[in-house]
């Protein structure tokens, strides 16, 4: 019960109610979008970046720019939210402009994800509710004093692609570079395709996956994903 009511306060209250500087006013003109959406999309690991934004480009591909990303996912102490394939996630994207690609806008999200029924799904599916923030670090706060504590922090770089009716992510991270197709089932398959993939190559986890299974194969474990400090544009080792 005590954890049901801590989902609701951060999954629902937090999306209806002001962010916690605006005193007491909503904050939707800020929201991406203000309702739950079911999230489809795969991941497809990438074996030549300059290839593949190649071909993106020749798919006319729109590009949004590039940020860096910091992610802190928020659990109960009993890690409750991961057993059962829900996510509390706090987001920063800073510009991070490379050649012949601008940098995107600054911005925070708070993000609240629940599993939706999909035995036997080749796509990743989630109902999703996201709410741009104005300080990580009071949402921060305030999600310890609701008893969520920080577990798994994340970087990458991130490059937004649209395509008609499909979002396209490429990401470069410690463990490797990835493309997150997120649309329809159609339109993922049909870019997909287009892009040298097969449904072979999707992948349905999250990144905390993929970096249990890099730690694997590595022989070694860590608690965090993220770049080096002194040297961000390269991956770093394991914190």
């Known amino acids: 019960m005590a954890q049901h009511v801590l989902w609701q306060h951060a999954s629902c209250r937090a999306f209806e109610d002001a962010d916690p500087q605006s005193s007491g006013r909503r904050y939707t ?3 991406p979008h203000g309702r739950t959406i079911r999230e489809i999309e795969v991941k497809l690991r990438i074996a030549d970046l300059p290839g593949l934004l190649a071909r ?3 798919l006319g591909a729109a590009c949004h720019g590039r940020v860096f990303e910091q992610n802190t996912l ?3 102490a ?3 939210f991961r057993r059962r394939g829900r996510l509390l996630r706090v987001r920063s994207e800073s510009p991070a402009p490379r ?3 601008r940098g995107g806008r600054p911005r925070a999200v708070l993000t609240a994800k629940a599993p939706v029924p999909n035995l036997g799904s080749r796509y990743k599916e989630k109902l999703e509710r996201e709410l741009l923030i104005r300080s990580p670090g009071r949402w921060a706060g305030t999600l310890r004093s609701l008893g969520f504590q ?3 922090s994340y970087e990458k770089y991130r490059t937004t ?3 008609p009716g499909l979002h396209l992510d490429v990401d470069e991270t410690p463990v490797g570079n990835f493309l997150e197709l997120e649309g329809s089932q159609k339109a993922i398959d049909r870019s997909a395709r287009a892009l040298g993939f097969s449904p072979r190559d999707y ?3 999250t990144y905390w996956d993929l970096f249990q299974q890099a730690c694997r194969r590595r022989g070694r474990s860590g608690k965090n994903m993220c770049f080096s400090r002194k040297k961000l544009s390269k991956p770093a080792l394991f914190s």
């Open 56 to 58: 993106l480009q020749r």
């Open 203 to 205: 992948f349905r986890g």
């Open 99 to 101: 050649p012949g690609i």
């Open 161 to 163: 692609f649209r395509l």
């Open 150 to 152: 920080p577990g798994f």
């Open 74 to 76: 928020y659990d109960t």
């Open 29 to 31: 003109p800020a929201m």
């Open 78 to 80: 009993d890690e409750a």
